[in-house]
């Protein structure tokens, strides 16, 4: 059998179980969220022994050097010695909350003001801590503009406890740590006269907002089409905010869609990527965002593979693999 070693214990792995999940297992709580390997909040060391390749994966190279690696997706084929990560690696920034608004009765925009300035491109993902074991991932919905503001959407999870603690005690003028901004699913300049198609679910629609402004800051030219979907209108939020950017925008479209009971005035019925894909067709030449429940992002992200004129690129944000939104307790 397998043994880790942490904290002068050591404890036993089951037959492909991860370091993560064999911590987890003898009740010893280290960092982590996602558990999917895309938010880097389980980050550890290897301080003896090989780490796979696969646990090093969009890890800094200098970290990678230095045997760091996710222990969620960590299944050593060797015993290891790990630790925590020394605190000047996680490079976090203390951040002032200035802003707290109701979105939905379960979604809450958070506005952060940086105290340090750090590069980040809207629609990555930054970490959130509470205190030193709790921490989440959050899709930077904005500005689109470097200043030292940023804002993220929190979806409220049943039993959750950075999102409940976010919603019921986190107040204006408090204080919080976010780590080091992370994630593909950002806009690109090289693609200003591509078109693009934004296909977002739930608080998804954070990633794609994100995208959306940057797009719109920079003077895209090509077509940007925005679908957003909920099961229940009640659910749908900033529709006001994005309707009004399309209709000052020529070349953006956005629909709200609802899947679950009558849509309304204004609103579409149906799944977000059905009447995406049933209002654009050919999707040839364009560039794809997906952001959302992860059934929606891998059935989606499958059709596109296998279309006759599928687009030129995919980017994609799940909740579930990586991201945003799930919150798990520790
Ligand atoms: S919990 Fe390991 S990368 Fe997110």
Redesign the pocket.
């Known amino acids: 059998m397998i043994r880790i070693t942490y904290q002068y214990r050591t404890y036993f792995l089951y037959s492909s179980e991860s370091v ?1 999940d064999c911590l987890k297992r003898n009740g010893v709580s280290v960092p ?11 980050l550890m060391r290897a301080v003896t022994g090989d780490v796979p390749p696969r646990s090093q994966g969009g890890i800094r190279n200098e970290l990678q050097d230095q045997n760091y690696f ?4 960590c299944v050593p084929e060797n015993d290891l010695e790990i630790a925590l990560p020394d605190q000047s690696v996680l490079k976090r920034t203390v951040a002032e909350v200035v802003g707290k608004e109701k979105l939905t009765s379960n979604v809450m925009r958070l506005t952060l003001q940086r105290w340090m300035p750090f590069q980040y491109k809207p629609g990555q993902n930054v970490n959130l801590y509470r205190g030193f074991k709790l921490v989440r ?1 959050y899709a930077i919905a904005g500005p689109a503009e470097q200043n030292d503001t940023i804002e993220i959407h929190v979806r409220r999870i049943k039993d959750g406890s950075m999102s409940n603690w976010i919603h019921d005690e986190l107040n204006v003028g408090d204080t919080v740590e976010l780590g080091e901004p992370f994630g593909e699913c950002h806009y690109e300049e090289t693609e200003l006269d591509r078109n693009l198609l934004l296909v977002g679910t739930g608080a998804g629609l954070a990633t794609l907002y994100g995208v959306v402004h940057d797009a719109i800051a920079r003077k895209h030219s090509g077509l940007i089409h925005l679908f957003h979907g909920v099961r229940s209108k009640e659910d749908l939020y900033l529709v006001e905010e994005l309707n009004e950017l399309a209709a000052g925008n020529g070349n953006v479209n956005y629909t709200p869609c609802v899947s679950g009971n009558a849509a309304g005035e204004g609103l579409t019925a149906g799944r977000a990527s059905v009447v995406a894909l049933e209002q654009v067709g050919d999707l040839s030449g364009w560039s794809v965002y997906l952001s959302g429940h992860p059934d929606m992002v891998s059935e989606m992200g499958l059709l596109l593979k296998t279309m006759d004129h599928g687009p030129e690129k995919v980017r994609f944000e799940s909740f579930f693999r ?1 991201s945003n939104q799930i919150e798990t307790a520790l």
């Open positions: 993560l982590n969220a996602c558990r999917g390997g895309g938010c880097q909040s389980c996710l222990a969620c997706v991932s990586g």
